[in-house]
């Protein structure tokens, strides 16, 4: 089993910035995604960022040009550097790994972090 814990998460004012960090341990065979989700009270789960093992990116339209995501398929950790926060940033934020075989995929969450802008 591979398990995520995050780190990183905490008060900030707008405007500021934070930086978070997921580090994946365990039985790990080969992870293609990592990325990072949020939900907010009252709200769905939703994507912020995704990255697979070959640098290539996706965020969400409310977070690009503020947020960057990058790994280190090495340690197999996934930071993701957060600039310029809004209230509406106000979350939980998870940690999501995705490993893959040739016949199934499988994927993992950590417990998550919280981040809260105040305003």
Same mark, same amino acid.
Request: aromatic share 10%; charged share 20%.
């Given at each position: 089993? +591979?398990?995520?814990?995050?780190? =990183? /998460?905490?008060? +900030?004012?707008? /405007? /500021? ?9 365990? $039985? ?25 093992? /070959?640098?290539? %990116? ?6 690009? =040009? ?10 197999? %950790? ?11 940033? %106000? ?9 893959? %075989? ?9 417990? =998550?972090?919280?981040?809260?802008? $105040?305003?």
């Amino acid at each position: 089993q +591979v398990q995520l814990v995050e780190s =990183g /998460g905490g008060l +900030v004012q707008p /405007g /500021g910035s934070l930086r978070l960090s997921c580090a994946a341990s365990g $039985s790990i065979f080969s992870i293609n995604d990592m990325g990072w989700y949020r939900q907010a009270p009252g709200k769905q789960r939703e994507l912020v960022a995704v990255i697979n093992f /070959g640098g290539s %990116t996706n965020y969400a339209d409310s977070v690009k =040009g503020r947020f960057t995501i990058s790994r280190d398929n090495a340690k197999n %950790t996934v930071d993701l550097q957060m600039n310029i926060l809004k209230p509406e940033d %106000t979350a939980v934020y998870y940690c999501y790994a995705q490993e893959e %075989t040739d016949w199934n995929a499988m994927d993992y969450w950590g417990k =998550g972090t919280l981040v809260t802008v $105040s305003s």
